[in-house]
T-cell receptor, first 110, second 112 residues
Framework: DAKTTQPTSMDCAEGRAANLPCNHSTISGNEYVYWYRQIHSQGPQYIIHGLKNNETNEMASLIITEDRKSSTLILPHATLRDTAVYYCIVWAPLSYIPTFGRGTSLIVHP | DTGVSQNPRHKITKRGQNVTFRCDPISEHNRLYWYRQTLGQGPEFLTYFQNEAQLEKSRLLSDRFSAERPKGSFSTLEIQRTEQGDSAMYLC??????????FGPGTRLTVL
């Protein structure tokens, strides 16, 4: 079973920030939070990951709460091409097996 | 393109036939994963290699499924005596220890 809980769907207006939440209350100390997205009929695409500090890259920002029980992926200026299913997973690389849930279907509308 | 590649992208077969899929990982990545994904679900882990060693297999991987990674480079996933329930997208991903997985485009299998 997935160790994360995400809303089934969200929508966002083009140009606005999209904030996607994820709960991972049972996260272990050595587990990272990873975010992927999957555009219809393509393989998942890595977005960002973090352990306990906030992270930012060219695609998104990741905000992890101090207790590490939840996180938020922020797409600062959503575009129509950001419409996808977004997966949040927790994973310690040495444990080999990341478990994906159903993710959040984000629809960006004009 | 130096990403993960998978072949074929689509495969249609008749029930009972054998099929084989190939995955070419990013060249310096020592870990390779196989997943299966059905409509509306997230990817489900099937098996994992570190270099040429197959270190983990899911209970989803029945005896009809076999995976190899000779010489720790490309990998193949074979399904024998296919069933209609095998219809799915089969995804391959590769990684190093310290980063996330990079997925290929997948092979969509349809069993008639």
């Amino acid at each position: 079973d997935a160790k994360t809980t995400q809303p089934t769907s969200m929508d966002c207006a083009e140009g606005r920030a999209a904030n996607l939440p994820c709960n991972h209350s049972t996260i272990s100390g050595n587990e990272y939070v990873y975010w992927y997205r999957q555009i219809h009929s393509q393989g998942p695409q890595y977005i960002i990951h973090g352990l306990k500090n906030n992270e930012t890259n060219e695609m998104a920002s990741l905000i992890i709460t101090e207790d590490r029980k939840s996180s938020t992926l922020i797409l600062p200026h959503a575009t129509l091409r950001d419409t996808a299913v977004y997966y949040c997973i927790v994973w310690a690389p040495l444990s080999y097996i990341p478990t994906f849930g159903r993710g959040t279907s984000l629809i960006v509308h004009p | 393109d130096t990403g993960v590649s998978q072949n074929p992208r689509h495969k249609i077969t008749k029930r009972g036939q054998n099929v084989t899929f190939r995955c070419d990982p990013i060249s310096e990545h020592n870990r390779l994963y196989w997943y299966r994904q059905t409509l509306g679900q997230g990817p489900e882990f099937l098996t994992y290699f570190q270099n040429e060693a197959q270190l983990e297999k899911s209970r989803l991987l029945s005896d009809r499924f076999s995976a190899e990674r000779p010489k720790g480079s490309f990998s193949t996933l074979e399904i024998q005596r296919t069933e209609q329930g095998d219809s799915a997208m089969y995804l391959c991903a590769s990684s190093l220890v310290s980063n996330g997985q990079f997925f290929g485009p997948g092979t969509r299998l349809t069993v008639l």
